[in-house]
């Protein structure tokens, strides 16, 4: 029924009862999925299983989350990615879930896949917790040197990808092919500098003929 005083309250809004009320309620519900969060997260990593990264005494998720499929739709290098917002779940469940091994390279979208990683995972997941692993090699531009496996390309592309993931070192660096115009000294020194400046963990190779990883 209406009257003068229901319009009156109405008009008023709720009161400060209510409003409080209502406050506690929403910081009671934060509360709750705060704490469920957590509980899913410790139970993620009671089930997920955990193995050392090859000869290292690094131990990684049995699964890996592969972040080539995120970034802007319509991109340079890999056009039907999904975009940043859609891929967020992804990255939200995989660290819920003990996922702890995180892969994305230079090339994908010219570096953009790293910009979405990096601040993903800064979001959701400690770094002293995840092993990231990025690459180097593909094309990433015009240039005659924004490709390959010079010693200045990856020296200059290790520093490009720190910045972009928002960190001061990657777990893995990977080469992402190999570069027939680069001598294998010069690569192996470039990979052991960028070693030796903290800046890479390990080195590591990617898509190539079993034999040549000898």
Known sequence: M??????????????PVR???????????????THANVALGLRGRE?????????????????????MSYGTPGGPTHPW???????????????????NFFDTAD???????????GRMLKKYARRDEIVV????????G??????????KHILESIDASLKRLQMD????LYVHRLDPQTPPDELLEALDQVVRAGKVIYPAASSMYAWQFA
């Open 19 to 33: 409003r409080s009320l209502s406050s506690a309620g929403r910081s009671l519900n934060l509360v709750n999925e």
């Open 47 to 67: 089930l997920m299983e955990y193995v050392q990264l090859g000869r290292t005494g690094t131990q990684v998720s049995k699964l890996c989350l592969g972040c």
């Open 2 to 15: 209406w009257s003068p005083y229901s319009a009156n309250l109405q008009k008023m809004g709720p009161s």
């Open 107 to 117: 090339h994908y979208n010219y570096g953009e896949n790293e910009e979405i990683t």
């Open 81 to 99: 990615v999904i975009s940043e917002a859609d891929s967020e779940p992804f990255f939200k469940l995989a660290v819920e879930s003990g996922i």
């Open 169 to 172: 070192h990657v777990d893995l």
């Open 133 to 140: 692993a990025t690459k180097v090699g593909l094309v990433m």
């Open 142 to 151: 015009d240039g005659p040197n924004k490709r390959g496996l010079s010693r």
